[in-house]
């Protein structure tokens, strides 16, 4: 087995019941060594850094920060996205858990760099504990003027709330997030424009997730070379990835993205049974089989946010589709025409797919589906919603098989 690389992120024991000692001995340093540069060095440094945000889309950070500086808005917003609704995930908890005011140390130095006078650290509705401990540091840093007017005497100004959002997996998705904040209902809306040109309050906007800022505190500590040293080209850096479903130790693992689906699932103690596939960047990821298993987890390779789902040969492919469904089903707002009748005639697919005569029709049909809500959904939930189904019907055909032809008995059903 690999060795484990030493977590960077993830060093830190949990901070909650020693909190005022942490925050006496937190060094800033990285704050430092940005407010000794001006905005154009840092988002220089960040750049050179190959930083891609870890929400999923893995835009370049210093290119989003670049944009919201090059707006001509006199007024610009941080936002901290710790929604992570998506199943399976919870390493933005961890690292807010552990490590909570690199997340606070990154938005001060957003803010410095393109003149944001507000933040919002947007939590996941189930994060009271971790909500509570947010407000006990951004009081002491207020106290100590590292937050609020004329902060650290460099004629600037900043300040943080910590906002709970609803407790729904779609007001993660940053347009809905901004709505919720303006105290609308979590729906997204259409884009362009992007958040960097009009985001919340229609003003520009950085908005990253946790993992991302956590990152740029390190770079701007430690240096945007040594931050290339860790993973492949365009996807440099430490990565938080979360492992669950059938594995023997489910959790949070630090790495690198050179590490291989095989390295994870070994670092965790090994699969439960025998391993059929996992569900890389959760259910709306990409589906990685026994072939991928040596594929390094890379931006490329599809790790997205680094949700790990893995199943053994006990599950069927079928009910995994249709959790999958039933999930993005729930969960979608709506609002669009594309996405409410598609996700409709998604899960009726699903739900009847006993009634189908072969498993060609229903693959044609879902991928139809597919590809109408790439092409003129509103937001991308919908899209990627029903991007996994047909991956595990190509993968498994003969578990549809057997639930179109007589029954399965994994599942327990029968025609
Ligand atoms: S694509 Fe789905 S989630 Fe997005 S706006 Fe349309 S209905 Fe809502």
């Not at 060094?27 to 001006?38: E, G, N, R, T, V």
Request: with cysteine.
């Amino acid at each position: 087995m690999k060795p484990l690389p030493a977590p960077v992120l993830t060093a830190n024991a949990p901070v909650a019941d020693r909190l005022r000692e942490y925050y006496l001995h937190y060094p800033f340093h990285a704050l430092q060594k940005a407010l000794a540069l001006s905005p154009h060095e840092i988002i220089a440094e960040l750049k050179a850094s190959g930083l891609r945000g870890r929400g999923g889309a893995a835009y370049p950070l210093g290119r989003k920060w670049e944009c919201v500086l090059q707006q001509p808005a006199p007024v610009r917003y941080i936002v901290a996205n710790g929604e992570e609704g998506e199943p399976g995930t919870f390493k933005d908890r961890v690292l807010l858990e552990r490590n909570p005011l690199a997340v606070i140390e990154a938005m001060i130095i957003a803010a410095y760099t393109v003149r944001a006078r507000a933040g919002y650290i947007y939590l996941n509705h189930s994060y009271r504990q971790i909500e509570q401990t947010l407000q006990t540091l951004l009081a002491w840093l207020r106290e100590d003027q590292r937050l609020g007017n004329n902060l650290l005497k460099r004629q600037f100004d900043f300040d943080i709330q910590v906002r709970r959002g609803p407790s729904r997996y779609l007001s993660g998705e940053e347009t809905a997030l901004f709505h919720a904040l303006e105290g609308r209902r979590a729906e997204p809306s259409s884009r362009p424009p992007y958040p960097t040109e009009q985001g919340l309050w229609r003003k520009p906007t950085i908005i990253n997730n946790i993992e991302t800022l956590s990152c740029v505190a390190l770079i701007l500590e430690k240096g945007s070379k040594w931050f290339t040293t860790l993973g492949p080209v365009n996807s440099h850096g430490p990565k938080l990835f979360c492992i669950t479903g059938d594995i023997k130790n489910p959790g949070v693992i630090e790495a690198a993205m050179d590490a291989s689906l095989r390295d994870l699932i070994e670092w965790a103690g090994g699969a439960i049974g025998d391993f059929k596939g996992a569900m890389v960047s959760g259910p709306s990821g990409c589906l990685f089989l026994p072939d991928d298993l040596d594929k390094p987890l890379t931006v490329q390779n599809g790790c997205g946010n680094g949700t790990v789902v893995v199943f053994n040969d006990t599950r069927c492919a079928v009910d995994l589709a249709r959790h999958v469904t039933d999930f993005f089903f729930t969960e979608h707002c709506g609002q669009c025409l594309p996405g409410r009748e598609s996700m409709k005639q998604a899960k009726s697919l699903m739900d009847n797919l006993e009634h189908q005569p072969s498993l060609a029709p229903l693959q044609q049909r879902y991928g139809e589906l597919h590809t109408l809500l790439l092409n003129s959904s509103k937001c991308g939930l919908c899209s990627s919603g029903t991007a996994m189904a047909p991956a595990l019907m190509q993968a498994f055909p003969a578990d549809f098989d057997r639930h179109m032809h007589g029954g399965c008995a994994v599942c327990g059903s029968a025609v």
